[in-house]
């Protein structure tokens, strides 16, 4: 399913048909982070970035093997077993302050770190969704473009957007109402 839906998306960038009011520049742009993209993903770089780049994707590559290591019911687990081996050494070590202070430098140690790698693994998997909704929206026929990129909207902006989802939903309410009301009147004179 994946190749097939990447294959068409290849074929549409390439095509140019992905977006008929697209300018041929944004087309270009396009095709050329689909095949950055897909060199990536085949091993190929095609870029030769500076140190900062490459610190950025390494940094990107730890995260998301972190969070995908971290997040299972293996690590659970061993968390749960690091703890219980702290605690069955307490008597060891007669609860003395230093037997206590290593546990709690190493899970400060431990939540500092995984407070940025958590934080950029969210920040990517936001913006891709983000990215893959706006593009939705801007290559659907009678979907408003302008709710592309809500996420760079002030808070008031984003309240207005808001308050008038809720007054069209209410407004599909109640226009669903009598409707609903015409249909249990029909189906209880059937019977």
Aim: charged share 25%; net charge positive; glycine share 6%.
């Amino acid at each position: 399913m994946k190749n097939l839906r990447r294959q068409f998306l290849d074929r549409s960038f390439l095509r140019g048909q992905f977006d008929a009011r697209s300018s041929n520049a944004a087309s270009d742009e396009r095709i050329a982070i689909a095949n950055q993209t897909n060199n990536r993903k085949k091993g190929k770089e095609t870029d030769k970035s500076g140190l900062f780049c490459r610190v950025r994707d390494v940094f990107r590559i730890i995260a998301q093997r972190t969070a995908r290591t971290l997040g299972t019911a293996w690590a659970f687990c061993a968390a749960v077993a690091v703890i219980f081996i702290w605690g069955a050494t307490g008597p060891t070590f007669h609860y003395s302050d230093t037997w206590q202070l290593i546990i709690n430098t190493g899970t400060t140690i431990v939540t500092f770190l995984m407070v940025f790698l958590i934080q950029n693994t969210q920040n990517r998997d936001a913006k891709a969704v983000h990215l893959k909704l706006d593009e939705l929206i801007r290559a659907l026929k009678g979907a408003r473009n302008n709710l592309v990129d809500l996420e760079g909207l002030s808070d008031e902006e984003l309240k207005k957007l808001e308050t008038e989802f809720i007054r069209i939903r209410k407004k599909a309410e109640q226009a669903e109402k009598p409707a609903k009301g015409v249909s249990e009147i029909q189906s209880a004179q059937s019977f």
